[in-house]
């Protein structure tokens, strides 16, 4: 009898050790799986910029939004969601410079100015427009048509590279950047041959990834 009852004690020892075993398995399967996916939407996420369509009387524009000018990109993306560009219009058009638009109706609070290292006015970046102060952009912004970076803006050379903040770049609808900034144009009221005849809307502007 003594035997036998010294028998059954190793086989309750190592059914207890298999099932822990067991137990851990489970647990480290499930906290890898939590960590893949957590991992995975932060890549998904990270590997995915904002993109805007803006919807013009001239046809579509898609922009990606760069991430490392966020203050800027995230008032773009504010303003965007707020419906404030829908029904604007472009109202400043240079043919082989560029096309502005964004004005709005109403008071828009200023932002910093996100020049940075990799700030380049490069044909199809969009800009944000601003007075001659520093920090004074709000809502009004930029497509640049050609590369107008090493432009001098006033008569001591400061070039529009260290002035305008550049926050995204046209990756669809190029064509109709082109075609807008080669709109028939007027002279607006500061004497400027850059009023479009016929005004190009921005029908919507929507956020779409």
């Known amino acids: 009898m003594a035997s036998n009852k010294n028998?059954?004690?190793?086989?309750?020892?190592?059914?207890?050790?298999?099932?822990?075993?067991i137990g851990i398995i489970a647990i480290v399967v499930i906290v890898f799986g939590v960590y893949e996916?957590?991992?995975q939407s932060a890549n998904q996420s990270a590997a995915a910029p904002t993109k805007v369509l803006l919807q013009t009387s001239m046809g579509n524009i898609t922009i990606q939004l760069r991430d490392d000018?966020?203050?800027?990109?995230?008032?773009?993306?504010?303003?965007v969601q707020e419906g404030k560009?829908?029904?604007?219009?472009f109202h400043r058009v240079i043919a082989g410079f560029m096309i502005q638009g964004g004005a709005i109706n109403e008071s828009i609070p200023a932002i910093p100015d996100e020049i940075g290292t990799n700030n380049r006015n490069l044909p199809y970046t969009i800009a944000m427009a601003k007075t001659s102060?520093?920090?004074?952009a709000t809502s009004q912004f930029f497509i640049n048509v050609a590369d107008n970076g090493n432009l001098p803006i006033d008569s001591a050379g400061t070039k529009f590279d260290s002035v305008y903040t550049v926050f995204g770049t046209v990756?669809?609808?190029?064509?109709?950047?082109?075609?807008?900034?080669?709109?028939?144009?007027?002279?607006?009221?500061y004497g400027e041959n850059s009023q479009p005849v016929y005004p190009v809307t921005i029908i919507k502007a929507s956020i779409i990834s």
Do not use: E
């Not at 190793?10 to 822990?20: A, G, T």
């Not at 102060?133 to 004074?136: D, I």
């Not at 990756?171 to 009221?189: E, F, H, K, L, R």
């Open 85 to 89: 560009y829908d029904g604007t219009v």
């Open 69 to 79: 000018k966020p203050i800027t990109s995230g008032n773009f993306k504010n303003l």
């Open 171 to 189: 990756i669809s609808g190029q064509s109709v950047v082109d075609a807008i900034a080669n709109s028939q144009v007027t002279v607006n009221s």
């Open 133 to 136: 102060q520093p920090n004074s």
């Open 7 to 21: 028998r059954k004690v190793p086989r309750k020892k190592s059914r207890k050790k298999l099932w822990l075993a």
């Open 37 to 39: 996916v957590i991992t």
